[in-house]
């Protein structure tokens, strides 16, 4: 028996604000909303549901409150990456326009990688153009 990764829970004082901002991040829908939880998954994951085993549902984001703020690093942080066919850049400037923030956490100049933090501060990277 295998486990399933359900989801990636990340805190928030605005989960509402929060779950908005990377639904539109990644293109994904909202499939619950109330002001202590937001879950956001792939869009298509509802259409191609009834073909995919338990084991195959791609997981989702869940964003729930808390009463404090964001106070360090993340230990654990997302890593996205566009197609090959997509421009990169163009990709991160669309970020910063929705109001991530490029970051230093020590990654030195000479990475592949650009990391950034979402309107709460959350780093994630955005890799090389991938395939895959």
């Not at 509802?46 to 073909?51: D, F, L, M, P, T």
């Not at 230990?75 to 400037?93: G, N, Q, T």
């Not at 929705?98 to 501060?121: E, F, K, M, N, Y």
Request: aromatic share 8%; glycine share 4%.
């Amino acid at each position: 028996m295998a486990l399933r990764w359900y989801s990636n829970v990340i805190e928030s004082t605005d989960p509402r604000r929060l779950g908005a901002w990377w639904r539109e991040a990644l293109d994904w829908e909202i499939i619950h909303d109330t002001d202590d939880e937001v879950v956001v998954i792939p869009k298509q994951a509802q259409e191609i549901a009834a073909k995919l085993t338990f084991h195959q549902f791609p997981p989702g984001l869940v964003f729930v409150r808390v009463d404090h703020e964001k106070a360090t690093k993340n230990r654990l942080h997302m890593d996205l990456a566009p197609h090959s066919s997509d421009d990169r850049e163009a990709e991160i400037a669309r970020l910063e326009a929705l109001g991530a923030r490029r970051i230093d956490v020590g990654q030195g100049p000479d990475v592949s990688w650009t990391v950034l933090a979402d309107i709460d501060g959350n780093e994630f990277c955005v890799l090389s153009s991938r395939e895959m």
